[in-house]
Structure formats: structure tokens, C-alpha cells
């Protein structure tokens, strides 16, 4: 199963088109308005975890339209990354949520515990109602 695959068998409920796989040297953080990026870490059961609680979180969340941008934790350039977001990640499925070009929130992996945590997250992220 390529990376792609082990994506889109993993998101669960939250439609496929919320999704963006790409990788760090595309990524420009001062481009997203609004965005999680993730870093999926395809050997490690607790980054496998961590990725489908975030999508079931945001999945019951309609009005969360917000992408989560998934990075392969295997593909990229490890001292640009450190130079980017001032860590390594260590393949938990860490989420970096970003609003207005900035990281606003760093999370290192979600347990069943952590369910307030996204919710909170995804509320901050989204819009105010007009």
C-alpha cells in the first residue's frame, strides 16, 4: 500500500477531498489561511491513531472546511523542517495547526483523552458566524 492509500484508508469518515497529501518542500506556511498540517509517520501505530481521531473529530464538525495537510514523516528534509517549526517530529502524529500563515497550536499525538483538545482546536481554527 503506497502513502496515499494508507491515507485515504485511514481518514475514516471526513470526505477525501479535505485532504491534501503533499510534501514539506511544497508546503509554505505563510500561504494557508487555515490548515492543519500533519505528519503522518506510516510505521507508527500511534501516528495511525492519532491521524484518525483528528479526521473523526473534524468529520463531526460540519463546519470545520478547513484542509488537514499530510506530510509522508519519512519524506522530507529533517533540518529544514527543525529550521521551520523549531522540532523533529518523532513519527506521534504531530499536528501543527496554522491560521493566518502562523502555527497557532502544536500538538504531539491524540489519544481517546485528548477528544476536548480537538474540539477546542477545530472551534479556534473555524471562523466566526456572520
Not at 506530510?71 to 523542517?81: E, K, Q, R, S, V
Not at 517549526?85 to 502555527?103: N, R, S, V
Not at 477546542?120 to 473555524?126: F, T, W
Request: glycine content about 10%; hydrophobic content about 40%.
Amino acid at each position: 500500500m503506497n502513502f496515499e492509500e494508507q491515507i485515504k484508508s485511514n481518514c475514516g469518515k471526513l470526505p477525501y477531498d479535505r485532504i491534501r497529501v503533499s510534501q514539506f518542500n511544497q508546503v509554505e506556511l505563510a500561504t494557508i489561511s487555515q490548515g492543519v498540517l500533519f505528519v503522518f509517520a506510516t510505521w507508527s501505530g500511534a501516528a495511525i491513531v492519532s491521524f484518525r481521531l483528528l479526521c473523526e473529530a473534524l468529520s463531526g464538525s460540519p463546519e470545520a472546511k478547513f484542509p488537514i495537510i499530510v506530510i509522508n514523516a519519512d519524506g522530507f528534509d529533517f533540518d529544514a523542517f527543525k529550521n521551520a517549526f523549531g522540532e523533529l517530529p518523532q513519527g506521534k502524529g504531530e499536528a501543527y495547526w496554522i491560521k493566518g500563515g502562523k502555527i497557532v497550536f502544536r500538538d504531539h499525538g491524540y489519544t481517546d483523552e485528548t477528544d476536548e483538545v480537538l474540539r477546542g482546536r477545530i472551534k479556534s481554527l473555524n471562523p466566526p458566524d456572520v
